[in-house]
């Protein structure tokens, strides 16, 4: 009972409190998913509710389940709103916690003690408008160590308004920086330091229309970052990093805000960000038409990643109707669909697995489809969106009404979304007051990632100097339906920053110096020593105000306080210290001091009654303000017009290669995009094209079939391995099959990721090699017997290739990058013979000699940054790291460089730069082509090797192999995979499915 004596049990119950929403939705931090019922509450406050008898943790618990939570403990006690959990309220670190963080790594990461005194560490601090569902809740995080280790101190973990989640961390895999709300610092290109492990706690407030925070990380990466985050209660938050550097150098500091992916609409329109939910952007999307026979058309709508969309209109009269969803799904983990009629809730559908059938309205699929409702005049809006994995295909809908009849809508030919006569949609804004270096988004589909994730990236870029300081202040927001919004901010000076828009506003960010005239006063002009503070036509609010002065308005504070005057009634709301504080205040009049008793008390402060001096200040500097210009450096600028260009924007390109299939008609481009592998002539034109029944993935090409040239393996995520002829037909086919890694349950299809063909056995023949979704890697013959298979792709993998690891010129070992932080090599057998961990997250990899002395080395590379190089036959020995902690590392290619003995490494980084790494991996020359680089190739000219390299901006550059730039493009989308290709041309891939080539090597 120790645990309870000494009042554990009621801090952890308040902790679960402030870590979930108003629904009792945890935010997720750490290893976590998104929480969609309210468990974690019911798992805990029952155990304070009995301890303490606490009538806050039992209206609490039949909040969150709507009055259905059965009290085991009943003893007669009353239910109370608990709002001591509304506001901002601080969860400071525990001691055993904080020691134990500060005591070493939690797994191999670097580490460093944190400048953060335990007095001032803090765990989690809540922002809580109020107990309404629809209500306001932010939560920020302070440590950033802990089991499964998320890279995410001092940074937003969710903001929810209107039961939406607006920002989110619920992520299991992914540790990066930049894949959380918060701040990464590149110094001269590095991110080779982590954040500190625990964030420190400056300052917070707490007043009736004002919330604020002052949190801090020291000595990041050579920088001091503050937060200070202010609230204006129930509309706004103003988010102000600053960034003061340490030591002298040049500095990338990229703010980065994390978002759900709602089919692609969100954008950065100028310098503002803005996220659309709702019936503004009703449209399918992320789905591609298919061709197929057994759909009731020769047609139908594949839904192929995680944030597939279909959305249609039907007018058909208002009542109660049977919708059936003809449709399947690949497997039992993907097998059903939402669907909402007019934007409401979502009704879960179940289809059939494997063949298309009728929908039910369970998973056994034994009860009929369920009803739908249309109320009032049509047309109404149909959205439907995926409840599990994809893939899924859909064939048609079937609207059945109350007599009977029918309405068939064919997928092929669905008839378009409606628009609203009243704007319905939600709108997330981003707005900064300073202008920025960058701006952009990124869309991320990546396995871990329990929803597609679209994320904002703000940049400022500069030599700084020890002293000087960068500073992010961004106002953040919702409109939705029924509490439309609309704010600017824009900086007037240095911590003054006007707000313009519904409830015209001034932002305090810290001290303000008043400019005095020679008679030495300050008409006019604001001056304050303050943490904080925001003034309204309405009030005056300030935090750790020790000093304001505004034409013949003045209040002085000793020691600080926490201070919101009502302007209109002189009351005034004060937080004191220990000891008390005297207020001196003056309006017009003699000053007057008050003596204010510690804590939070009330005074009426008559001079302030009904003063209007305040309201017409800011007026004036809200309409004098000038907004940040919408003139950012672009990203994405003029586009080149390519040699060739290949299909349309409709699927997401996974993979490039190139092979010669020995039929004599030459080298040939295969493009691997949606559902879709496509073989291109040099000249650009398709010659054929398959179509599986999910996205593919990976293609190889061996000597499989009895017929001409070599034939091409095909792997899906449709846990399909297709062989096709050198001329596209469809020969064979078979669903690989294997055990889950958990051993939960028995032998079933699992979608592919890798394939290979190569003759492992000696005897002549080819055998295909596949990574799977349960983690296999698995050898089958070319009529598909299996030689063995065994666990080592956790979780999938990012690329597989064959390897001459003795050098004797002829391959005998299977590498592959799992996404689970290893890279591993595997001989012909079967067995591990290396395998080096990075860290969590997506692993490329490259194998060479490095230093020239006959032997292999092999460097690996994470996309949560750790790149690590070691001997092939000693994995745990360490020759070198090259981190960039934050940032993905993309691509990895070795190559010889400068023509001595060994290989060069080169590095495509989501830094924005590429590296060129010598033997002992030390920078030989970076170039930064812009934002994230997401590949690099090397292609012998005559004229020497050249380095080719694409960034998310859209830029492909060549270089030579001294780092010289040479040629460069700009390509109309996103280039993610580079390939050459037909003499001097370089083949470019977008992410939105197009390829397209340049001359860019003659």
């Not at 938050?237 to 089919?263: G, S």
């Not at 092929?412 to 988004?441: C, M, S």
């Not at 349309?648 to 008609?665: F, Q, V, Y």
Request: charged share 20%; net charge negative; proline share 6%.
């Amino acid at each position: 009972m120790r645990y309870f004596e000494a009042g554990n049990m009621e801090k952890y119950a308040d902790y679960m409190v402030g870590i979930c929403d108003n629904l009792g939705l945890a935010s997720g931090f750490g290893d976590s998913g998104v929480s969609s019922t309210p468990n974690l509450p019911q798992l805990v406050l029952p155990l304070g509710l009995w301890h303490s008898g606490d009538g806050g943790y039992k209206w609490l618990l039949a909040h969150y389940t709507n009055g259905t939570w059965q009290n085991p403990y009943e003893r007669g006690i009353e239910p109370v709103r608990p709002d001591r959990f509304t506001g901002v309220n601080v969860f400071m670190t525990d001691p055993q916690v904080y020691d134990y963080i500060q005591s070493g790594p939690t797994y191999n990461e670097p580490f460093a003690r944190a400048d953060v005194p335990l007095e001032e560490s803090f765990d989690k601090i809540s922002f809580r408008e109020s107990w309404d569902p629809g209500g306001q809740y932010l939560l920020l995080d302070g440590i950033a160590r802990g089991k499964h280790l998320h890279y995410d101190g001092n940074s937003i973990i969710e903001f929810v308004e209107g039961q939406e989640r607006w920002l989110l961390d619920h992520d299991y895999l992914t540790r990066n920086s930049t894949e959380h709300t918060m701040l990464t610092v590149l110094r001269n290109g590095r991110a080779d330091t982590l954040v500190p492990n625990l964030a420190g706690l400056a300052a917070y407030a707490d007043l009736p229309g004002l919330g604020y925070t002052e949190t801090y990380c020291r000595d990041y990466n050579s920088c001091d970052w503050t937060r200070k985050v202010l609230w204006r209660r129930g509309e706004w938050f103003l988010v102000a990093d600053t960034v003061t550097p340490r030591e002298p150098d040049h500095y990338d500091l990229e703010l980065t805000w994390k978002t759900v992916d709602e089919a692609g609409a969100q954008r950065v329109d100028g310098q503002s960000f803005v996220a659309e939910r709702g019936t503004g952007t009703a449209a399918t999307a992320d789905c591609v038409l298919v061709d197929d026979p057994d759909a009731s058309g020769g047609r139908a709508l594949m839904m192929g990643i995680p944030n597939s969309r279909i959305c249609f209109g039907v007018d058909l009269p208002a009542g109660e109707y049977f919708l059936t969803i003809v449709a399947f799904g690949l497997d039992g983990s993907s097998d059903s669909l939402w669907a909402s009629i007019d934007n409401g809730d979502g009704i879960a559908f179940h289809i059939p697995q494997g063949r298309y059938g009728l929908s039910a309205s369970d998973h056994t699929k034994t009860t009929k489809t369920p009803r739908v409702v249309l109320e009032g005049k049509g047309p109404h809006l149909v959205t439907v969106t995926l409840r599990e994995l994809p893939p899924v295909r859909v064939d048609r809908f079937i609207f059945e009404a109350a007599d009977g009849s029918t309405h068939v809508f064919e997928a092929e030919d669905l008839p378009p979304a409606p628009r609203p006569t009243e704007d319905q949609g939600r709108y997330f804004h981003i707005k900064p007051a300073r202008p920025l270096n960058a701006a952009w988004v990124t869309n991320h589909v990546r396995a871990g990632i329990v929803v597609p994730v679209s994320i904002l990236h703000q940049r400022l870029s500069g030599e700084m100097a020890p002293g000087t300081s960068a500073r992010f202040a961004s106002l953040m927001y919702v409109s939705r339906a029924g509490k439309r919004r609309d704010f600017t901010p824009a900086e007037i000076v240095p911590n003054l920053i006007a707000i313009s828009g519904d409830e015209p506003a001034v932002a305090v960010l810290g001290d303000l110096e008043v400019d005095r005239n020679a008679a030495g006063d300050a008409p006019g002009a604001l001056g304050a020593r303050c943490g904080a503070g925001l003034l309204t036509r309405q009030a005056i609010m300030f935090s750790d105000l020790r000093r304001m002065e505004l034409r013949e308005i003045s209040v002085t504070a000793t020691p600080a306080v926490d201070i919101e005057v009502n302007l209109a009634t002189g009351r005034a709301e004060v937080n004191a210290p220990e000891g008390g504080a005297q207020l001196r205040v003056r309006a017009g009049t003699q000053p007057r001091t008050i003596g204010m008793p510690a804590g939070r008390s009330s005074v009426q402060i008559p001079e302030f009654a009904n003063l209007s001096d305040v309201g017409r200040y800011v007026d004036s500097v809200v309409s004098a303000a000038r907004p940040v210009s919408d003139s950012v450096p672009a990203v994405g600028a003029v586009t080149e017009t390519p040699v060739w260009s290949a299909f349309e924007p409709d699927a997401r390109l996974w993979r490039m290669k190139t092979a010669d299939l020995g039929d004599g008609s030459g080298e040939r481009l295969f493009v691997c995009r949606g559902p879709y592998v496509s073989c291109l002539d040099p000249d650009g034109t398709e010659v054929w094209r398959f179509q599986a029944h999910g996205q593919v993935r990976d293609v190889a090409f061996g000597d499989l079939r009895d017929e001409p040239g070599l034939e091409v393996l095909v792997g899906s995520a449709d846990a399909h391995l297709y062989v096709l002829s050198a001329d596209g037909r469809l020969l064979d086919s078979r669903q690989p099959t294997g055990i889950p890694w958990a051993r939960s349950f028995g032998e079933r299809a699992w979608g592919v990721f890798n394939v290979l063909v190569e003759d492992i056995t000696g005897d002549g023949r080819p055998e295909m090699l596949v990574s799977l979704q349960n983690f296999d890697l698995q050898a089958l013959t070319a009529d598909w017997q299996l030689l063995w298979r065994h666990d080592h792709a956790l979780h999938g993998s990012i690329d597989m290739s064959l390897e001459d690891v003795d050098g004797d010129g002829a391959a005998d070992t299977i590498f592959l990058g799992d996404k689970y932080g290893s890279g591993t090599g595997v001989d012909f057998s079967g067995k591990k013979i290396y395998q080096r961990y990075t860290s969590i997250g997506d692993v490329v990899y490259a194998v060479a000699d490095l230093d020239g002395d006959g032997k292999k080395e092999v460097v690996t590379a994470s996309s949560t940054g750790d790149t690590v190089a070691t001997p092939i036959d000693a994995p745990n020995t360490t020759l070198w790291r090259f981190d960039n902690f934050g940032y993905p590392a993309n691509r990895l290619v070795a190559a010889d460089l400068d023509g001595r003995p060994g290989n060069e490494v080169l590095v495509a980084s989501g830094t924005g730069y590429v590296y060129a790494l010598d033997a002992a991996g030390k920078v030989l020359w970076q170039d930064r082509p812009g934002v994230c680089v997401h590949d690099v190739i090397t292609v012998p000219t005559p004229s020497g090797i050249r380095v080719v390299y694409c960034d998310e901006s859209g830029l492909v550059r060549v270089a030579d192999a001294t780092g010289q730039p040479i040629a460069e493009v700009r390509t109309p989308g996103i280039p993610v995979r580079l390939s050459a290709f037909g003499g001097g041309i370089v083949a470019v891939g977008l992410a939105d499915g197009r390829a397209m080539a340049y001359d860019l090597l003659r």
